[in-house]
């Protein structure tokens, strides 16, 4: 007789998952849905609203409790992220950086002067960003060229980051800077930085295609003073903090972009079978039930490798190759998925009235931020070939 445990589908979700994820859903539904237009065209997302999500519990989700957060699990964010994007994929970015990247940072990486000093205050109310990308360095990241200069306790920060997520609602910036040029990789460096730092500017706003209430920003420093204490981790090992939590954090733009094929899905099934041509809902051609049910098969593919990586992330085991499948794939299952509603919204998915034209711009991001499908494509094949 076999008597191992088995392990249920990824898809069984536990108890207390099943209660995150209808509480979630129920506020997405509720608080987000009536702002994702005006969101969309205002190019931002309302501070009452990121104070709300807060009070929901989604903005400290792997914080221990100690610290004020949820002391949930990865695959909690997970949730959240994708039940966020269904509705609005740039409010599920707000979220998915703050947790998968910042929180996640500051709890691996942080001595426990930075933990008590960040954690409560990114569990509690602050907003966090993550700067490692520059207007030279983006898939090449490591080539990046902010500098930091020792000088007595502080280190002196000179440079410019771009394309920074959550930067103007942001109070907390984990910054990636070189201490030694020369030492390549092994001289960058994360430091915490704080808006109000002297030095410190946030610059201008991206105007963009898509996920448009996300905020995407310059970041300046001029001689920008950070004390030693605020240094993530090890100087010179900020390489492998940028390395590890982007690994992690690929997981969460899956979940945004299953959350987005979701979303679209649910608009494309209930216009459907409302639209009348030929005498009948569109929905009763096979053609369209056909192009329907690919979408769901797609979708349904996506979301196991999503949960899957999440899932191994949160066992302890090794996930690099899984959460490379996993971005690459539900970036590209979300492009599908809201290009096929947009097709069977027919005249009306090409217009701001109906909701499918906003996700099939916010779609392409996915294939873009937290390394590109390429830079997956590499991780994979560098696994599978050496
Ligand atoms: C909306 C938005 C939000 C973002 N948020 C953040 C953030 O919060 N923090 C942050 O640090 N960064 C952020 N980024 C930056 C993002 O991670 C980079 O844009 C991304 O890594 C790609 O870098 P790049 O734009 O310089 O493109 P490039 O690296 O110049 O790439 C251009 C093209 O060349 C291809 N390419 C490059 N190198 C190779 C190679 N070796 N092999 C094959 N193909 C290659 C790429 O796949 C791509 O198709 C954000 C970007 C956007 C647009």
């Known amino acids: 007789m076999d008597t191992m445990e088995h392990t249920p589908a990824l898809t069984v979700l536990a108890e207390d998952e099943v209660l995150f994820r209808d509480s979630v859903r ?9 702002l994702v237009r005006e969101m969309d065209e205002q190019a931002k997302i309302p501070r009452d609203l990121v104070n709300d999500l807060f009070d929901l519990g989604v903005m400290g989700i792997e914080i221990p409790e100690a610290y004020g957060g949820a002391g949930a699990r990865f695959f909690h964010a997970v949730i959240a992220v994708e039940e966020l994007s269904r509705v609005d994929p740039s409010v599920g970015v707000l979220v ?4 998968t990247l910042v929180a996640n940072a500051v709890l691996r990486w942080g001595n426990d002067d930075v933990k008590r000093r960040y954690l409560t205050k990114l569990a509690s109310s602050t907003v ?11 898939s090449d990241a490591f080539a990046l060229t902010t500098r930091a200069r020792e000088q007595g306790d502080d280190y002196v920060l000179t440079g410019r980051k771009l394309w920074i997520t959550n930067g103007n609602e942001a109070d907390v910036f984990l ?17 915490v930085v704080e808006r109000g730092f002297p030095g410190f500017t946030v610059g201008k706003k991206e105007d963009k295609l898509g996920i448009r209430a996300s905020s995407t920003c310059e970041l ?14 090890e100087a010179g090992k900020g390489y492998k903090t940028a390395i590890e939590t982007l690994n992690e954090g690929r997981i969460g733009i899956g979940a945004q972009m299953i959350g987005l094929a979701a979303g679209a899905l649910d608009h494309t ?17 096979q053609a ?10 797609d979708l349904e593919a996506a979301r196991l490798t999503v949960y899957n990586a999440a899932r191994l992330r949160d ?12 971005k690459i794939f539900s970036s590209e299952v979300a492009e599908r998925v809201s290009s096929l509603a947009v097709n069977l919204f027919g005249g009306n998915g090409f217009v701001k009235e109906y909701p499918v034209e906003k996700l099939f711009r916010d779609a392409k991001i996915g294939q873009i931020y937290e390394g590109t499908s390429n830079l997956q494509l590499q991780t994979i094949a560098k696994q599978l070939l050496g």
């Open 128 to 138: 966090g960003a993550y700067a490692l990308s520059e207007a030279g360095s983006g």
């Open 220 to 233: 300046i420093f001029d001689e920008c003073r950070v004390p030693k204490a605020n240094v993530l981790g």
């Open 96 to 99: 998915d950086v703050q947790n």
């Open 315 to 326: 066992a302890g085991r090794p996930f690099l190759t899984e959460a490379a499948i996993c």
């Open 269 to 285: 099934i209930r216009y459907t079978k409302e639209r009348k041509q030929f005498g009948k809902a569109i929905a009763e051609f």
């Open 26 to 34: 129920e506020f997405a539904e509720r608080r987000i849905r009536p």
């Open 175 to 191: 910054v990636f800077a070189t201490i030694n040029p020369e030492a390549g990789y092994r001289g960058i460096t994360a430091f």
């Open 288 to 297: 369209v039930q056909h192009q329907i049910a690919r979408a769901a098969v």
